[in-house]
Each structure stands twice: as structure tokens, then as C-alpha cells.
């Protein structure tokens, strides 16, 4: 199994390649009201596939970066539910996560080895938060399938409308999942 890098499976607004570059290299995503630090390493993914996943997203709470419900996956629900996987290292994610949990990214995060340690389709909560708690879909080819989600399910969340620019990065990066659809395909992807 790979102890370097992982496939960050991302079902939102992440799934734009633009707006995730945000959080690898710094900067503003267009419609968003949050300027990110960027990663300890800003290094573009090496690789990307669109996939599906087997649960479905529903909208929560209040976003502080666009407004309006957020993203959140529910991986015991019928799906599918389209998603992008990157292939980046287990630093990036955890800064990628710690963005999204709205910290800063910092030097030897406990999610950069937890990746590693929890079996495919374990979850691990860091933190009370929206997007704190982690999720180990399965494995490609012993690359760990990783993504952040709510503690909580979708029948325990008030549902919250997304506003209209996190509403148009999700049909870019949509747009995007089938692209990639076309040319990539990760042999475990879909048996989550």
C-alpha cells in the first residue's frame, strides 16, 4: 500500500479542478467570499478520474465560504452520486482537509498517517465540525480512497438551499466528472 499518496475523492464543489486548485496553491474560487492559504505543497494533482460513488449528497448548515447550504455526503443512502478522485499526497490532504475544516494547514497532521491506518470503509471523526470527519472508501490498487464529510447523516441535518456560485461550481465540476469519466477509470472506485 502506498504511504505517500492518496486518492482525495471529492463530491462538491472540490470536483472543479479550478476551485480544488485553490486549496493546493492559494487564492479565491469566482463567487466565493474566502481567500485560501493554499498547502504546504502546492503541487497539482498527478492524476484525476470522475467516479461514482454509492450514497448521495444532500445541503446543510451555512457556508462561510458561499453562502447557503453546504455538501455533505451520506454514504448510507442510495445513489450514485458523482465525484472526482485526485491522485495527491497524504499532506496535501490533510491540508485540503484542514482548509475545509476552516484551519490552517500545519506540519504533521494526524490525517496524514490516519489515511493509512483505518481499513477501507472505516470512518474516523477529528472534530465536531461539517467536514471533520473522515471517510476511507475503499482502495485502488492499495492507494487509500479517502474524503471528509459530517459526523451526521442527511436524516439528521436540517437541509439548508445552497446559494448560486457554490450551485455553478458543482455543475463545472460535474461537467468535469464526465470528462474525466471518459478517459480514467479506478478498478475500485464504485464498490464502496
Not at 496553491?25 to 470522475?50: N, S, W
Request: proline share 9%; with cysteine; charged share 15%.
Amino acid at each position: 500500500m502506498s504511504q505517500t499518496h492518496v486518492w482525495y475523492v471529492s463530491y462538491g464543489s472540490n470536483m472543479a479542478r479550478d476551485r480544488l486548485a485553490c486549496y493546493l496553491q492559494g487564492g479565491r474560487p469566482p463567487g466565493a467570499m474566502v481567500t485560501y492559504p493554499g498547502a504546504r505543497d502546492g503541487t497539482l494533482p498527478q492524476a484525476e478520474a470522475g467516479i461514482e460513488l454509492p450514497g448521495t449528497i444532500y445541503f446543510a448548515g451555512e457556508s462561510k465560504v458561499w453562502g447557503g447550504g453546504m455538501a455533505f455526503y451520506d454514504h448510507s443512502l442510495p445513489g450514485p452520486t458523482p465525484a472526482k478522485a485526485y491522485f495527491i499526497t497524504a499532506a496535501q490532504f490533510a491540508d485540503v482537509a484542514a482548509q475545509e475544516m476552516n484551519r490552517p494547514p500545519e506540519p504533521d497532521s494526524p490525517l496524514e498517517q490516519l489515511v493509512f491506518d483505518l481499513p477501507a470503509g472505516s470512518s474516523h471523526s477529528v472534530g465536531p465540525g461539517g467536514y471533520e470527519t473522515l471517510l476511507v472508501l475503499d482502495d485502488a490498487d492499495g492507494v487509500p480512497m479517502v474524503t471528509f464529510t459530517a459526523a451526521h447523516g442527511s436524516a439528521d441535518a436540517e437541509h439548508a438551499q445552497p446559494q448560486e456560485p457554490y450551485l455553478a461550481m458543482l455543475r463545472t465540476g460535474t461537467a468535469e466528472v464526465r470528462a474525466a469519466s471518459a478517459g480514467q477509470h479506478l478498478p475500485a472506485a464504485a464498490q464502496v
